[in-house]
C-alpha cells in the first residue's frame, strides 16, 4: 500500500476515535444529568412557571453618606455629574409557584434595563426555593455607577428613577425591566437556563409603591 494512503487511512482511524470519544463524553454527561441531576434541572426549569411581582426597594445607599451623598442628590437635582456616583440597592420581587412541585435555583444572574437602558447587571449564589402553591421573596442586590449614564442622553429616565429612589419626587414613572437566568449545579458542572425570564413593572411618579 502506498505510503500517502497508509497515512490517509491513519488519520481516518484517529478521527473516528475522537469522534467515538467525544460521544461518549456527552453521553456521560447526559447520563449525569438524567440520573443525578434530573431533580434539580426540574426545580429550576419550574422556575420559569413562577409568577413574579415588584415587591419593593431597599438597602438604598447613594454616594455613601455625609458630603458625598448631598454632592449626589445635588448632582441629581442640577444636572452636575460628579466623577463617580455608585448606588447600591436590593431590589426585591414576589415570587409566586402555581405549581405543586418546589422550584428553587443556586444562582442566578441578572440585568435590569430602566426605560430600555442598561442600569447595572449582577450575580447572586445564594440559594432560592419557592415551595409549591406559595410565594416566597426574592432578593436582588444591585451596584452600579449611575454617572456613565448620567453623562448620556439618557441622563432624565435615570434622574428620574434615582429622585424616586432617594425620597426626592420624579415627574415621570420608569419603566423597569428585569431579566433574571437560573443556574444549577450538577457535581462540577454549572447548568444554565438558556434564555432569561423577563420582569416588567412601574415605579416611581405619583404611582404609589
Known sequence: MPSGTIFVVSMAKKQTWKMKKC?????????????????SVRRATAMKDCNYKFKSIGNISFMGKGQSAAMGILG??????????????????????????????????????????EFAKGKTDTDFSVDG???AVLALPISTDIRRIMNTEH??????????MIGVKADNVSSVRVKIKPSVRIKRSTIKSPV??????????????
Open 23 to 39: 460521544f461518549g463524553v456527552l453521553v456521560a454527561f447526559a447520563m449525569m444529568v438524567a440520573i443525578c441531576g434530573c431533580g
Open 76 to 117: 441629581v437635582l442640577t444636572g452636575f455629574v460628579p466623577e463617580e456616583m455608585p448606588l447600591d440597592f436590593t431590589l426585591y420581587l414576589n415570587v409566586e409557584n402555581p405549581n405543586d412541585s418546589r422550584a428553587a435555583v443556586e444562582s442566578l444572574e441578572y440585568s435590569v434595563d430602566v426605560d430600555g437602558v
Open 133 to 135: 402553591n406559595s410565594t
Open 155 to 164: 441622563r432624565k429616565a435615570m434622574a428620574n428613577v434615582v429622585r424616586n
Open 196 to 209: 432569561f425570564i423577563p420582569i416588567t413593572f412601574e415605579y416611581g411618579g405619583s404611582k404609589k409603591q
